[in-house]
């Protein structure tokens, strides 16, 4: 089982930028892919971004599309987030998220292995 720490939240004004990281330690080898996902309150947890291990492919949520760039150093472990032009309604705890196999949604939460602590993105208007 490999363990997921996320660092990188804070409070920012609108149209800021974050820099979202999650490290990701034990038995990294059989990850398949690693994910974003966040979480307002009240609301469920949504699916924001996803990168695949090894070939490095990406997806996005509409609502990020142009704004946020999800990345990973494979000598580090270590998946990032860049949150530009960010919003009031980018308010959420964020979350990563390891997958271990090929099948499954990758929007759905249940698909993936492993989640992180979560860190708190706030976005003031």
């Known amino acids: 089982q490999g363990q997921l720490v996320e660092s990188g939240g804070g409070l920012v004004q609108t149209g800021g930028s974050l820099r979202l990281s999650c490290a990701v330690s034990?038995?990294?080898?059989?990850?398949?892919?690693m994910a974003w996902f966040r979480q307002a309150p009240g609301k469920e947890r949504d699916f924001v971004a996803r990168?695949?291990?090894?070939?490095?492919?990406?997806n996005y949520a509409d609502s990020v599309k142009g704004r946020f760039t999800i990345s990973r150093d494979k000598a580090k472990n270590t998946v990032y987030l860049q949150m530009n032009s960010l919003k009031p309604e980018d308010t959420a705890v964020y979350y990563c998220?390891?997958?271990?196999?090929?099948?499954?949604?990758?929007?759905?939460?249940?698909?993936?292995?492993?989640w992180g602590q979560g860190t708190q993105v706030t976005v003031s208007s």
């Open positions: 998220a390891r997958k271990t196999y090929v099948d499954g949604n990758m929007y759905d939460t249940s698909s993936y292995n492993n």
């Open positions: 034990g038995r990294t080898f059989s990850t398949y892919s």
């Open positions: 990168i695949t291990w090894s070939g490095g492919n990406t």
